[in-house]
């Protein structure tokens, strides 16, 4: 099976998910997110942090959107604070993306 991939510019996240602290950007760990088809990669791409959550809880080789096997990937990028916090977040990343969309979700409401 041929598998297409892009990557997502940026890191999805503002702080690190592990410390808290305000991270620039300059260290990150990178998350293969996987699609079945072009029209839910463009989903995805349109507002990936609105995704968060849907990709937290994805089933690894399957669609977040479809649960369909996966025929295409996303890169994103988890930015984190230090080399202790990036090993964290590779041993557990889907633990730390639902922190970030959780995060993000009450940052909304903060908004509105």
Known sequence: ML????VFAGPVNKNCPVS??????????KYTVPFC???CVAKF????NAHLAAVA?????????????????VDIQI??????CEKK????PQKC?????????????KDS
């Open 3 to 6: 598998t297409l991939s892009s």
């Open 20 to 29: 808290g602290k305000e991270v620039d950007g300059s260290k990150s760990v």
């Open 37 to 39: 088809c072009e029209k």
């Open 45 to 48: 791409e349109k507002d990936p």
């Open 57 to 73: 809880k994805g089933e690894k080789g399957k669609c977040i959107f479809s649960g369909k096997e996966c025929a295409e990937t």
């Open 79 to 84: 930015a984190v604070c230090c080399a202790k």
């Open 89 to 92: 977040v590779k041993a557990a």
């Open 97 to 109: 993306i639902a922190k970030i969309a959780k995060t993000q979700k009450s940052e909304k409401k």
